[in-house]
């Protein structure tokens, strides 16, 4: 499998999902763990979690550590950082570089409503002001 770069992880598939998801409620976490956790849910067998557990390492958003005997999975980056970058690829990718246009057909769609975009203002000048 060829390597990614580092920075921007591939897509995650439904089980790889409900694996980040819970590691990253959760902290660091074994397969076993992950397993027991996830049981009511999604059922797995040991050897599906940790091969799910090794492919999320691969595309780079688990790292691991062993204790004993047992790998000890946690995430690279937090939920918002990947996030963050599937919109920039989004934003790159249908509105040619502009958050202004991302924003705007957000606002069109009603997939935010006036005073979410509002709030989202607010917080981003009092950011700014904090950053001068």
Not at 1 to 14: I, V
Not at 58 to 75: C, D, I, M, N
């Amino acid at each position: 499998m060829p390597d990614r770069p580092k920075n921007r992880p591939s897509s995650l598939g439904r089980l790889e999902q409900l694996l980040m998801d819970h590691i990253w409620s959760r902290g660091p976490a074994t397969a076993e763990h992950c397993r027991e956790a996830l049981r009511q849910r999604h059922p797995m067998k040991d050897s599906t979690v940790r091969t799910v557990l090794r492919r999320l390492e691969e595309k780079g958003f688990l790292r691991h550590e062993v204790q004993g005997r047992t790998y000890l999975y946690r995430a690279v980056q937090e939920r918002r950082n990947i996030a963050a970058r599937a919109v920039r690829h989004i934003i790159d990718r249908f509105c040619g570089g502009s958050a202004e246009q991302l924003l705007v057909g957000m606002v069109e769609d009603e997939v935010i409503d006036r005073a979410e975009l509002q709030r989202l203002a607010k917080k981003i000048t009092e950011k700014m002001k904090s950053r001068s």
